[in-house]
């Protein structure tokens, strides 16, 4: 996951991106405690089963955010957008997942909730 951002001189330099990660920490590599509890409280048809089996670190960021309505828009976002251009990006059936998660909290969790889109 390398990137090119022009220096000084106009010439492109490369960017690590894998030496800014944070070092794994437990939360990283499997579902903490609230995420299971939100992966309970989630309805069966849009619980993201396979997205907490592959990346239990972003359910656990979920059970964090879950009552931030702003901060769970922002990170759903993050998610499924590609700001790098350099991402392998998800696998279809998690992409569905998170398609499927992000479109049950607007409409269960904060459904009066409106934004400068809705008419």
């Known amino acids: 996951m390398n990137a090119q951002l022009p220096n000084k001189a106009g010439t492109a330099a490369q960017v690590d991106y894998t030496k800014r990660r944070h070092p794994l920490v ?26 907490a089996a592959s990346f239990p670190r972003i359910v656990n ?37 998170l398609g499927t998660l992000k479109d049950y909290y607007r409409a269960k969790m904060y459904p009066t909730r409106r934004d400068v889109w809705d008419s």
């Not at 437990?26 to 997205?51: N, V």
């Not at 979920?62 to 976002?77: I, N, S, V």
């Not at 991402?87 to 569905?96: A, D, E, K, S, Y």
């Open 26 to 51: 437990k939360d990283d590599l499997e579902l903490s405690a609230a995420g299971q509890a939100l992966l309970a409280s989630i309805e069966e048809s849009a619980r993201p089963r396979l997205l």
């Open 61 to 97: 960021s979920f059970a964090k955010l879950w009552k931030m309505p702003r901060e769970m828009d922002r990170y759903f976002e993050e998610l499924l957008t590609d700001t790098r251009g350099s991402r392998q990006g998800f696998t279809l059936p998690i992409l569905m997942e």
